[in-house]
């Protein structure tokens, strides 16, 4: 918790809704973390979350808020070469951001176990069972080629479940149109320190620290959002 | 010593100094039954200070060979499956440069897997320890300076490619494929993706850097651009000289297999 607010920015200025208004755009921060470092172990050790949240995640947010300021100049200039050219580095960064903010919510010190209610009642519909679930989206996410997320992701369009991945740090719901409930990112800075080229070692115990209120949470607001 | 005899004697040395030790991609270019995990020219601490030994050891015997076993047993599964298809029966070579020909439900391993056990092959054999950042030497210095000005351009270029590589890759000095037999094509930079190879782009490779996370993680962490820096202290120029003759050798073999 203390670790984590160190590296929060105050937000000085409002956010502008016009292009070439002269109120500077909101800057991309990264988000507060809701445990130490060290309260992931064993499973996640204390010296890849730092380096993961102060090292990886930060990079994403500060290349993330370079690459808007370079973009929203070339947006003013009328420049569409240097727009289009910076988009692989704002689905980089920017999916970076996202997917990492998500990461860090979906894992608790307290969690681990199986869901209830709703959401576990949807797993069973559209798995079979959680067991089926588990086994899906755990040899899915290991089999990811190079860099990339596992994930569990809800269709908006037929209210169903969904297992899939995506590569580097494409975002899902962009990439998709499936909502991000539960992620596994399985590039190796997020394990290798720990379990080095054992993947289906670190996959394993990750289901050990899923914090299933939060994925419960996410599979609430999707549903909500579905029936609007 | 009689004439004859310091001749023969200085044309076996030469022999023994240009086969040398069997260069971890010799083979590729042959089929064989089962692929063996290619020895390393150096021990684990071979590349110290640069790499770590931890490093190369788990680089070598956890990521290559698990390519080697996965490869190996894709590649039987296709043959099993097949008994007429010839490209199953081809060198490991002649299987990147024609990937759209193997069968769909086997081409993503095989891309993966021998595309892994090549890649790494060429990485380890473009190194060795205590190179001190020594300059180019030979045809292929001689060649970098006519595409890219300066060999110091050409490392920049080639530096500013591998830090800024999103996921997984490679970064790749090839030739391009010969098309005149005296004249030796141009060099070109690519970078690949995962364990794609510019092989399957009818490239002829000489030079490539893993910046896969694994391959500098353990030591730097996050700081690949230091992982860069020790790759370029390890860079053995006869080596990449040598890699470039044995393409040469290929391309003659190729046009007599065609």
């Known amino acids: 918790m203390l670790a984590s607010r160190l590296f929060t920015v105050a937000r000085a200025f409002p956010k502008h809704a016009a292009l070439g208004c002269l109120v500077p755009r909101l800057k991309h921060t990264l988000p507060d973390l809701c445990y130490d470092f060290n309260a992931l172990e064993p499973v996640i050790s204390a010296e890849i979350m730092k380096l993961h949240y102060t090292k990886h995640h930060a990079t994403y947010v500060n290349n993330l808020n370079i690459t808007e300021d370079k973009m929203a100049d070339a947006l003013k200039n009328g420049d569409i070469n240097t727009t289009i050219s910076l988009q692989p580095a704002l689905k980089f960064n920017g999916g970076g951001h996202l997917n990492h903010t998500i990461f860090w919510t979906n894992l608790s010190p307290s969690g681990g176990g199986e869901p209830t209610g709703d959401l576990m009642t949807a797993i069973r519909d559209d798995f079979g069972s959680f067991e089926n679930f588990k086994k899906e989206l755990s040899a899915t996410t290991i089999a990811i080629q190079g860099s990339g997320w596992g994930w569990l992701g809800f269709n908006p369009v037929n209210g169903m479940l969904k297992v899939t991945t995506c590569a580097n740090q494409d975002p899902l719901e962009p990439t998709t149109g499936l909502v991000p409930l539960l992620g596994i990112d399985v590039w190796e800075h997020a394990y290798y320190l720990q379990y080095k080229n054992v993947r289906p070692d670190y996959v394993k115990e990750i289901w050990n620290i899923i914090n299933w209120e939060n994925v419960t949470e996410r599979f609430a607001k999707a549903r909500m959002e579905k029936l609007q | ?258």
């Open chain 2, 1 to 258: 010593m009689h004439p004859v005899c310091i001749l023969l004697v200085l044309l076996s040395c030469f022999s023994v100094v240009s086969s040398g030790t069997s260069a971890p991609y010799h083979g590729i270019e042959k089929y064989a039954e089962e692929y063996p995990l290619p020895k390393l020219p150096y021990d684990y601490d071979g590349l110290e200070p640069q790499i770590d030994r931890a490093t190369v050891k788990v680089h070598h015997t956890g990521h290559h060979a698990a390519y080697t076993t996965n490869m190996n047993a894709a590649l039987k599964e296709w043959k099993n499956d097949d008994t007429s298809d010839s490209l199953s029966r081809s060198s490991l070579l002649r299987i990147l440069q024609n990937l759209q020909d193997i069968p769909v439900q086997y081409r993503t391993k095989l891309r993966n897997n021998v595309g892994g056990y090549v890649n790494h092959a060429l990485y380890w054999g473009c190194l060795s320890g205590n190179q001190g950042n020594r300059t180019p030497t030979g045809t292929v210095a001689a060649d970098i300076n006519t595409v890219f000005g300066s060999f110091s351009a050409f490392r920049e270029k080639f530096t500013a490619e591998a830090a800024s590589l999103f996921g997984s890759g490679y970064v790749w000095l090839s030739r391009q494929s010969s098309t005149s037999a005296t004249a030796k094509p141009p060099l070109v930079i690519t970078t690949s993706q995962n364990q794609d190879t510019p092989i399957s782009e009818g490239l002829r490779p000489v030079l490539v850097i893993d910046v896969w996370e694994h391959a500098y993680y353990l030591k730097h962490q996050n700081l690949r651009a230091k992982h860069i820096g020790d790759w370029w202290a390890l860079v053995d120029w006869e080596a990449v000289n040598v890699l470039d003759g044995w393409w040469a050798k290929m391309d003659v073999k190729v046009h007599e297999d065609l």
